[in-house]
């Protein structure tokens, strides 16, 4: 009897799938603006999209070693010029590729345009959240959504499955000015992805201002080139959710404390133990003019580390500040946000208060002792890492250097205690790149800014640069590591990018040629990266004067 009943259930589960099938398809066909074509690559289902009358088929590097098929919930069609006709489940990987095939469908007549472009070299990311979600974390940089990945290499030899319970749209300019959006992945555990550094946060970054696709990769490499502690590069992904491309990514792992991240004692676990329950927000809040935090009962008891925290410039800080759960100001009116531990004990954010002010009088003073105490400030910060993070932001002529996205972290005084240069954020806007609103000064190779010609700038860099023991050391890790890192970009690397990245690039440059038009950054990518190379070119030659060790020794 339950087997008769079993039998039954199937019977009209197909029937059902097949109407609903069938439905698709004629409800597809008779829609008189688009045309639902979805086909299977291997496990995944990737769905065509459409501009103008042409339906774009994306695939990712590893299709050259699958079949694809049309799917059963798609209509059927003729290739017009070949007379072929297009069934269910056939085959069409024969079909010429990056060119737009005439194309009619088999029921209703309807004639459409089909182009099929692969990309190559690059890893593909397949990310499945609910319906309607993705259009939801674009409208609202608030939103958040669970949902898990696939990752497949190139060669379709390696799969990764990772979870994550949390999706959401990042940055600031790039949410509110570009449709393509920049995303946070949270993973349901620390994890590496496509042997990244483990952990729980990372980062898939848009690019959407940057043609070349390429600076966020550049300066990370410059940074690792430089040997700045924790400092790692991404790697590029062609990006699909629930089956549509979404284009060329980033992927990075995000600052955050970790064995494989920013290995410091991680003072949140401290904080989690001891307050298992994890009812931070019932605990009432601090708060006044110069800081933020919670009214905790039970501190470690080691509260000298450790501390990533973020400078942000003033105006963001005053309106976020209402979100932010814990945070602080200096005496020269310094903002900075405490990262980790995110919810501080009142003790623990006077504490790196009062450390960050005593630093900042060293660093502000002409001669670098903190007048106070007697202390100089490479006792309170390592020099070594401010000077590599220096380097990095003002070679590239970063629009946000020592504005924001600037972070700094303190382990605990037990393992050197001193304020440490985090590797940098958003590279989009270096090297030439910039926004028409962004200061002039972006677009010149030439120059040193000591990183103060934004409005919003820190005033530590600019001192720190006057100082002749801070200065030397500029000018010997440039030319130990920089000069050479952008001798090899102008010979072969910015090159290498270019044929790594073609194909992908081209298929990011069709999907969101509209958003490039609008926003005049449509340019030929040949033209793009000779652009590129003649402002690091320039930028290379002023710097080899400006800092040449030569004329330093003989003064």
Same mark, same amino acid.
């Given at each position: 009897?339950?087997?008769?009943?079993?039998?039954?259930?199937?019977?009209?589960?197909?029937?059902?799938?097949?109407?609903?099938?069938?439905?698709?398809?004629?409800?597809?066909?008779?829609?008189?603006?688009?045309?639902?074509?979805?086909?299977?690559?291997?496990?995944?289902?990737?769905?065509?999209?459409?501009?103008?009358?042409?339906?774009?088929?994306?695939?990712?590097?590893?299709?050259?070693?699958?079949?694809?098929?049309?799917?059963?919930?798609?209509?059927?069609?003729?290739?017009?010029?070949?007379?072929?006709?297009?069934?269910?489940?056939?085959?069409?990987?024969?079909?010429?590729?990056?060119?737009?095939?005439?194309?009619?469908?088999?029921?209703?007549?309807?004639?459409?345009?089909?182009?099929?472009?692969?990309?190559?070299?690059?890893?593909?990311?397949?990310?499945?959240?609910?319906?309607?979600?993705?259009?939801?974390?674009?409208?609202?940089?608030?939103?958040?959504?669970?949902?898990?990945?696939?990752?497949?290499?190139?060669?379709?030899?390696?799969?990764?499955?990772?979870?994550?319970?949390?999706?959401?749209?990042?940055?600031?300019?790039?949410?509110?000015?570009?449709?393509?959006?920049?995303?946070?992945?949270?993973?349901?555990?620390?994890?590496?992805?496509?042997?990244?550094?483990?952990?729980?946060?990372?980062?898939?970054?848009?690019?959407?201002?940057?043609?070349?696709?390429?600076?966020?990769?550049?300066?990370?490499?410059?940074?690792?080139?430089?040997?700045?502690?924790?400092?790692?590069?991404?790697?590029?992904?062609?990006?699909?959710?629930?089956?549509?491309?979404?284009?060329?990514?980033?992927?990075?792992?995000?600052?955050?404390?970790?064995?494989?991240?920013?290995?410091?004692?991680?003072?949140?676990?401290?904080?989690?133990?001891?307050?298992?329950?994890?009812?931070?927000?019932?605990?009432?809040?601090?708060?006044?003019?110069?800081?933020?935090?919670?009214?905790?009962?039970?501190?470690?008891?080691?509260?000298?580390?450790?501390?990533?925290?973020?400078?942000?410039?003033?105006?963001?800080?005053?309106?976020?500040?209402?979100?932010?759960?814990?945070?602080?100001?200096?005496?020269?009116?310094?903002?900075?946000?405490?990262?980790?531990?995110?919810?501080?004990?009142?003790?623990?954010?006077?504490?790196?208060?009062?450390?960050?002010?005593?630093?900042?009088?060293?660093?502000?003073?002409?001669?670098?002792?903190?007048?106070?105490?007697?202390?100089?400030?490479?006792?309170?910060?390592?020099?070594?890492?401010?000077?590599?993070?220096?380097?990095?932001?003002?070679?590239?002529?970063?629009?946000?250097?020592?504005?924001?996205?600037?972070?700094?972290?303190?382990?605990?005084?037990?393992?050197?205690?001193?304020?440490?240069?985090?590797?940098?954020?958003?590279?989009?806007?270096?090297?030439?790149?910039?926004?028409?609103?962004?200061?002039?000064?972006?677009? !010149?190779?030439?120059? +040193?800014?000591?990183? *103060?010609? @934004?409005? #919003?700038?820190?005033? %530590?860099?600019?001192? $720190?640069? /006057?100082?002749?023991?801070?200065?030397?050391?500029?000018?010997?890790?440039?030319?130990?590591?920089?000069?050479?890192?952008?001798?090899?970009?102008?010979?072969?690397?910015?090159? !290498?990018?270019?044929? +790594?990245?073609?194909? *992908?690039? @081209?298929? #990011?440059?069709?999907? %969101?040629?509209?958003? $490039?038009? /609008?926003?005049?950054?449509?340019?030929?990518?040949?033209?793009?990266?000779?652009?590129?190379?003649?402002?690091?070119?320039?930028?290379?030659?002023?710097?080899?004067?400006?800092?040449?060790?030569?004329?330093?020794?003989?003064?």
């Amino acid at each position: 009897m339950k087997e008769h009943i079993k039998r039954i259930s199937i019977l009209i589960f197909s029937i059902c799938l097949i109407g609903i099938l069938i439905y698709t398809e004629q409800k597809s066909e008779r829609n008189d603006k688009t045309i639902s074509l979805y086909f299977k690559v291997g496990n995944e289902v990737i769905k065509t999209w459409e501009n103008e009358g042409t339906y774009f088929l994306f695939l990712p590097s590893y299709a050259a070693e699958e079949r694809i098929v049309l799917t059963p919930y798609s209509p059927e069609f003729y290739v017009v010029k070949q007379g072929r006709y297009i069934s269910k489940n056939e085959n069409i990987s024969d079909i010429i590729k990056n060119q737009k095939v005439e194309c009619q469908l088999a029921k209703s007549g309807k004639q459409f345009q089909l182009c099929i472009m692969q990309s190559e070299n690059i890893p593909a990311m397949f990310i499945d959240i609910n319906n309607n979600s993705l259009e939801e974390l674009k409208a609202d940089k608030e939103h958040e959504v669970s949902g898990k990945m696939r990752v497949i290499d190139p060669n379709n030899s390696i799969e990764e499955i990772h979870a994550f319970k949390v999706m959401k749209a990042r940055g600031n300019t790039s949410f509110t000015g570009f449709e393509k959006k920049s995303y946070s992945l949270i993973l349901s555990e620390k994890e590496s992805i496509l042997g990244l550094p483990a952990g729980e946060g990372y980062a898939l970054i848009s690019n959407a201002s940057d043609l070349s696709l390429i600076r966020n990769d550049i300066v990370r490499s410059m940074e690792v080139a430089l040997e700045l502690p924790f400092s790692h590069v991404g790697k590029f992904v062609d990006l699909y959710v629930n089956g549509e491309y979404e284009g060329n990514y980033y992927l990075c792992d995000k600052l955050e404390v970790g064995p494989e991240r920013i290995d410091i004692n991680n003072m949140e676990t401290l904080m989690d133990l001891i307050y298992s329950v994890r009812n931070y927000e019932s605990v009432e809040i601090y708060e006044n003019e110069n800081a933020k935090a919670r009214k905790f009962q039970i501190s470690p008891k080691d509260i000298s580390g450790g501390y990533l925290i973020e400078r942000e410039y003033l105006n963001r800080f005053q309106l976020e500040f209402s979100d932010i759960e814990s945070a602080f100001v200096t005496d020269a009116k310094e903002c900075f946000v405490v990262k980790n531990p995110n919810y501080c004990s009142v003790e623990q954010v006077e504490y790196i208060r009062q450390f960050i002010n005593e630093a900042e009088k060293a660093i502000l003073s002409s001669d670098g002792k903190n007048w106070e105490n007697g202390k100089y400030y490479w006792e309170y910060i390592d020099v070594d890492s401010f000077v590599k993070k220096y380097l990095a932001e003002e070679v590239s002529k970063n629009y946000d250097a020592g504005v924001t996205s600037s972070f700094f972290y303190k382990n605990s005084d037990v393992k050197n205690g001193k304020l440490i240069a985090a590797p940098g954020w958003d590279y989009d806007m270096c090297f030439g790149n910039y926004l028409e609103w962004m200061e002039e000064f972006s677009a !010149d190779p030439t120059g +040193v800014s000591k990183l *103060s010609f @934004n409005a #919003n700038h820190s005033p %530590w860099y600019a001192k $720190l640069y /006057e100082k002749p023991e801070f200065y030397e050391l500029i000018e010997q890790n440039y030319w130990k590591s920089v000069e050479p890192f952008l001798q090899e970009l102008l010979e072969d690397k910015i090159d !290498d990018y270019e044929n +790594v990245l073609e194909a *992908s690039a @081209n298929m #990011n440059a069709i999907r %969101w040629f509209e958003e $490039l038009n /609008e926003n005049h950054l449509y340019e030929d990518r040949k033209e793009i990266y000779k652009k590129l190379k003649s402002f690091i070119l320039e930028r290379k030659t002023y710097l080899d004067e400006a800092w040449s060790l030569e004329k330093t020794q003989e003064s």
